[in-house]
């Protein structure tokens, strides 16, 4: 059974860095599609950040060259790093794993299992 875990989230002032954590069980997060969406109050989830095993990293226009994916094989946690947030990065941020057989690994792919939310509040 796949269990995803967040973690990490927080109120910090714009232009601040945050890092959530994920930890991961019951999925081959080194070698399996993981990603990062997000979900502001009254807007429909977004895809932020996704992971292919340990390869190629993409990414969402709005969070490009400020977020960064990453993988902790060892302990089995994806990471995302978030610098110089903004007040729009404020959302319900949820961890995912899993995508269909053939699907390509992406910030909007259709992953098949995710966390509960680790909520990220930026302000002004």
């Known amino acids: 059974q796949v269990h995803l875990l967040e973690s990490g989230g927080g109120q910090v002032q714009a232009g601040s860095p945050l890092r959530l954590s994920c930890a991961v069980s019951?999925?081959?997060?080194?070698?399996?599609?993981m990603g990062w969406s997000r979900q502001a109050q009254g807007k429909e989830r977004e895809g932020v950040a996704a992971i292919d095993g340990d390869g190629p990293a993409s990414y969402a226009d709005a969070v490009k060259g400020r977020f960064t994916i990453s993988k902790d094989t060892t302990n089995n946690i994806l990471i995302l790093q978030m610098d110089s947030l903004e007040p729009d990065d404020t959302a319900m941020y949820y961890c995912?794993?899993?995508?269909?057989?053939?699907?390509?690994?992406?910030?909007?792919?259709?992953?098949?299992?995710w966390g509960q939310g680790s909520q990220v509040t930026v302000s002004s």
């Open positions: 019951g999925y081959p997060s080194s070698s399996g599609c």
């Open positions: 995912s794993a899993e995508i269909p057989r053939g699907d390509a690994c992406s910030p909007s792919a259709h992953f098949g299992y």
